[in-house]
Nanobody, 113 residues
């Protein structure tokens, strides 16, 4: 059974930083494309960042230069380092395996003073 477990969300002030983690189990991790998505109520889920099996990365324009996605294939974990956070970054963040398609349960990130 495939599981993706996210952690690291919380409340942070504008300009602050958070690191999200997503640990996978039940699947061969190192050859999988891994994503971070986010969603706010009433809007579609949007791709934030993607990392390929070889480490290549893609970012949404809204987070370029502020967020960094990385992976540790020994720990079966993908990370999202978020810096210079803005209130517009407030959302539920989801970990995702591109193929086969699996989603984590999500972790809330709230950026507010």
């Amino acid at each position: 059974q495939v599981q993706l477990v996210e952690s690291g969300g919380g409340l942070v002030q504008p300009g602050g930083s958070l690191r999200l983690s997503c640990t996978a189990s039940g699947i061969f991790f190192s050859n999988k494309v891994m994503d971070w998505y986010r969603q706010v109520p009433g809007k579609e889920r949007e791709l934030v960042a993607r990392i390929g099996a070889s480490g290549g990365t893609v970012y949404a324009d809204s987070v370029k230069g502020r967020f960094t996605i990385s992976r540790d294939n020994v720990k079966n974990t993908v990370y999202l380092q978020m810096s210079s956070l803005k209130p517009d970054d407030t959302a539920v963040y989801y970990c995702h395996i591109l193929a086969p398609n699996y989603w984590g349960q999500g972790t809330q990130v709230t950026v507010s003073s």
